[in-house]
């Protein structure tokens, strides 16, 4: 740490309670957004309290140091981006404080999903609806005045605005709302003032009375300037600020509404007083196909007298990138379809939704230009589907691996919704000017366009090329009576263009940031253009330096010094565009910081939720690392290892990022390089070879069993292997398996014709449950299908990889390579029943290996279930089922939803008469492997897994089950009840399982060992 940084972290850690970071990696972490910018801040304060935001406030500016307020880093033109401290509202400041019969106080940390769930329950909402509703919190969405494609039904937040507890300049704490105007008792004190000559709660009263006279002075100015057809959006809205409540009474100035939009220049907002409205009781959507962008847009024209709630547009390139992403838009979504309007109505009751949207169809059919076609969402499902046009497609645009692609840049434009056809055909002329394609989304009906120009921002020259653009773009907005900075703000994108454009409104809205913050410490260069270089032309994230491909079958040698680290990376296999276009891809839109039980990203975020532990941590400090933002020492060191194993390998977000971004390999690349110079304590060694100590324990079994019930051992067992004590373990059952299977004669090659399965037998069914491999065995050949148990196989490896031992991990990788490949070479599917192993096998081993043979066999590897359930689609999966009575919870492990196919378990289970399934989703389970056995992890295991663990104890279960053996184990950790491998469930519906007991779950089920009859 630089000795600049060590001073403000000694300062800050004294003046606040929160978290002060000052490192080089958490510096990293904070560079960047989903903007195109980067710029590195001193050092980032995480408050508790709104104490904390004014302590950091009142010291910086004291130093004339600049504040950034963040939230969850969203903002795709750079809002919260600077050099000075970054203040994160969004790690503690997330409480919901008082829901009234019409408000909700909040802090401004909070996520707006958190708000609509709460304010849901009770049959009302909050209305402003950004896309990213899981991610972006309210403080972002007053610094933004956010708003979505409901903007007709519910406005921007500004709507919403009752008041807001803020942080002023000068550190003072104050509550904003409508302040009435008297004389100027005082003026406010400057940054470091010292002596204040108001008390704190008063600071505001003089702010109004300058903001009265600035508008006043300026009125012809803003009424020219800002006219409502300009959406109330770009810059401050001065418009409507002054008012007053009566005819004749006081004119009062309403700050808190003032501040929303300020995007953090006027004051920090700390809480906020929110007014909600009664949730809307039904909802008519259709997608409108057209051949013309242009019949869209005058279709969206005439639409509006009908009150749609929602009208969105989507050009040609959105509607093909729709149909890229998933074939269920491919089917919706004719290719002819040059444009699609997505419309909703809202309603109390069903019927009134529905006949206004038949009306507004039957309008879209007639006419001279009558559209293509219509999808009309028959049901809740197909509507949120059509819905993630909007919602998801956009983020998509990353997962594209290459240089040129549609960049933020302009973005965000409101023109007055009558013309849009207008000047739809005026953006085309300047792209085809400036030789820029560009893909355009927007809501139509209020006349807000996302357009986002083709470009590679990395070049050189280009930013040139998209700044001309821009202005080009700009100026046909401003002639057809239209603004910049929409939804999205004006940040470091758009704010040095507003100037430009609008100079005598630039000049008033200068005067009310001087009155609010004289020495320019709030977010300088966003609003109101900034001084300084660094703010006022930031500049993009540069271009990653090019990495070497790694030697032929593996990384550089792992014995390198340190400092020689970053040129080690890449050590695992980048094909196609590399370890740079991976890293590129990931956008920074934040997808991955959702935490709703509604989507299932990162589990280890959700319970903690600090930028480091998101995924795009992981990215952004993997970056940092290649373009030599951080150097040797600083990888191997203890901090990055903390920021890394915040990952417990589960793949949740390589399903979940819209780009698709590799995130569990990026973090193989990371840990890979701080294991290399650094192995670690003993115990995470050890835990990292639980294999072997599988096997070992097999070995001497009947001891093994006896010691693993022993707390004298389990204390032994923590202290040395770091084995959690209170974590039940499953008993060790040695070799059996393989000796059943030898005399079964599945050892050698199937000598069978048609179908052929080597089983890929994982540590759990090998060591701990050969009643499992009996069963799968039993099941497959049931079903007519060779089996082949090589017993030349290893264990997967998969806790190598998640220690970061990728030399012991490649070494595991190779020797099982042989076998497999030469399987799959014979015509052999590879199958196991642990989905982590075939996680392993499939996205880990093409990583470790270069070898052509890993990608054959990856495309071979399923699990169990995807394996049957492919085989029930096909017709050949024998149903003479018997009745298995029983009420089971079944539980989709991470791995296994993340190889893409989430419920064929669930699906099997569904085929077994008596089953009684409950399959909601209760989220991770916690495990993660060898997570949550060691004694570091136990308790956070145990807080990720608690609805798991929860829903387990409810009445009516009386079983568990899950194919992953880990979640097994958490899963049974707070229940005396059994959770089994649905195989088995299978298997004991076949007749395979012998045993008595007809009704409910016999113990032949939770044994481990038993006898099985043959098919
Ligand atoms: C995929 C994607 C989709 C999006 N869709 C929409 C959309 O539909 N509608 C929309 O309006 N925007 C949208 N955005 C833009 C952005 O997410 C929103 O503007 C969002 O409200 C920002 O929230 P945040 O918490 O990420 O804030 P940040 O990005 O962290 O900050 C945004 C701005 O608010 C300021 N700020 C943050 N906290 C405070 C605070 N406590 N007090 C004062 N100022 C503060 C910051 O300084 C910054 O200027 C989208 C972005 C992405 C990446
Ligand atoms: S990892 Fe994916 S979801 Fe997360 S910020 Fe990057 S692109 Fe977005
Ligand atoms: S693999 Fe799991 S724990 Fe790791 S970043 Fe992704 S979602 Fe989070």
Known sequence: MEPEQKRIEEDLRGIVAG???????????????????????????????????AATVAWAAGRGIAVHPRGAGSSVCGGALGPGLVIDCSRFMRRILATGDDTIRVQCGVVASQIEQHLGRLGRTFGPDPSNPGVTTIGGMIGRNSSGSRFLRHGAVRDRIVALEAVLADGSIVELGPTAVGPPRSAIGGPGAGIAPLPAAARHEPLAAGVAAIVTAARDTITRFQPAARAAHGGYRLDDVLATATAGSDPFVDLARLCCGAEGTLAIVTEATLRTVPADGAVAVALVLFDSLARAAEAAVRLRPLGPSACDIFDRRHLALARGTKPAFDLLIPPVAEAGLLVEFTSDAPRACNSRLDEAMK??????????DIRRAEDAVDAAFFWELSRNVVSTLHGVRAMVRPVPFIEDIVVPPAALPDFLGRLQGVLNRRQFTAMLFGHAAHGQLHVRPYADPRAAGERDRLETLAGDVYAEVVAVGGTIGGEQGLGLSRTPFFGRLFPELAAVQAEVKRLFDPAG??????VVAASDPVTSAAPFRPALPAVPAPEAGGP???DSAPAALPALLPLLVWPGAGLNAELDACNGCAGCRATSAATRMCPRYRHAPAEEASPRAKANLLAAAVAGRLDGSQLSAESLRAIADTCFNCHQCRSGCPAGVDIPALVMELKGANFAANSGPLHTWLLSRVDALSALGGAVRPLANRAIASPQFRWLLEKTVGIARGRKLPEFSGGQFLRWAQRRGITRPSRRSGPRVLYFLDTYARRHDPLLAQAFVSVLERNGIGVFVDPRQVAAGMPLVSEGDLDAARRVARRNMRVLAEAVRLGYRIVSTEPAAVTCITHDYPRLLDDDEAARVAAATCDAATFLWELHREGRLRLDLRPVPTRILYHAPCHARSGGVAVPAEHLLRLIPGVVLSADDHGCSGMAGTFGLSRDHYRASLRVGLDLISAMRGGGIEAGATECSACRIQMEQGTTKPVVHPVKLLAKSYGLLAGPGPRGLDEILTATSGTLTTS
């Open 19 to 53: 978290e002060v970071l000052c490192d080089d990696a958490s510096r990293a972490l904070y560079a960047s957004d989903a903007s195109l910018f980067e710029v590195r801040p001193l050092a980032i304060v995480r408050p508790r309290s709104a104490e904390d935001v």
């Open 521 to 526: 410490i709030l977010n300088p260069g966003r």
């Open 363 to 372: 309008m879209m059919q007639q006419g001279r230009h009558p559209c293509l």
């Open 556 to 558: 550089a040698p792992a």
